[in-house]
């Protein structure tokens, strides 16, 4: 029960990482608000998951500043404060060379990652400056450290994400705050599932092409699993993580050693 007591706000919470950390923190003690953009899948995942009045659910577009916002302003209302957020939600979008990228597709990847993951924090940093306490866990990407032909608005998105980590986490050091990024390798989610083929399509590969390439990229030679990045989100979140704060750390089998 490391979280007992604590509320974490995840955004991105109904598949994939997000739910897995839900689930780990939930499990730990905490109670647990989820924002995503289906409704009915929302209900569903409550109704899974089983955890009464200690989880929450709102639906909203990260896209918008307005459910950013109200998602995090609900979580105070119901809970009481946000003790932890986690910065989940984010994407590729549309892969191209950059020559060919329109002005939307990079747009969206900007307001998708970055924007989400600046109107969340700027909104639940005021709880925790308030109480002197918190954690914020941006989930980032290998790609926040490297690079990939077509991935250009992605790899932007992403190294800005973990720019906006180390510099946030030498704003509210002092106050009892700490702010990482965990970088990812390759997870099969339910969204890299369901969207990867055209992702593949999209670097001139099928999709079992690519799986194959990010495992060979890595020291296990495997892609990782939901429960490894949500282990690491639990140490960041948890008291024995609290000398942790602007590290970018990767949960990608060895991809980025650094």
């Not at 989940?88 to 060379?97: E, F, R, S």
């Not at 990652?113 to 924090?121: E, K, V």
């Not at 608005?153 to 906006?164: D, E, L, R, S, V």
């Not at 799986?211 to 296990?220: C, H, R, T, V």
Request: charged share 20%; net charge negative; hydrophobic share 45%.
């Amino acid at each position: 029960m490391q979280l007992k007591g604590k509320t974490a706000a995840i955004t991105g919470g109904t598949a994939g990482i997000g739910r897995g950390i839900a689930e780990l923190f939930l499990a730990e003690g905490a109670n647990v608000a989820l924002m995503a953009r289906n409704p009915n899948k929302g209900a569903k995942v409550l109704e899974e998951i089983d955890a009464g009045d200690r989880a929450m659910f709102v639906a909203g577009d990260v896209m918008d500043q307005q459910s950013v916002e109200g998602f995090i302003d609900q979580t105070v209302d119901q809970f009481g404060t946000v003790d932890i957020l986690v910065n989940n939600a984010g994407g590729a979008g549309d892969l191209a060379p950059l020559a060919d990228l329109s002005d939307e597709s990079f747009d969206q990847a900007m307001k998708w990652n970055i924007y989400a993951t600046f109107w969340a924090t700027r909104r639940a940093l005021k709880p925790m400056l308030e109480q002197q306490s918190g954690r914020v866990i941006n989930i980032s990407s290998t790609e926040g450290k490297m690079g990939k032909p077509t991935f250009a608005p992605y790899t932007i998105a992403k190294h800005g994400i973990n720019g906006m980590t180390k510099s946030v986490a030498q704003e509210v050091g002092t106050q009892g705050i700490t702010v990482n990024a965990i970088c990812p390798g390759l997870v099969l989610t339910d969204l890299i599932m369901d969207s990867g083929p055209a992702t593949a399509a999209g670097m001139g590969m099928t999709f079992d092409e690519m799986i194959d390439m990010f495992s060979q990229e890595s020291a296990l030679k495997r892609p990782n699993t939901v429960e490894e990045v949500a282990a690491m989100a639990l140490l960041l979140a948890s008291d024995a993580g609290a000398g942790i704060t602007g590290a970018l750390l990767s949960v990608d089998g060895g991809t980025a050693q650094y």
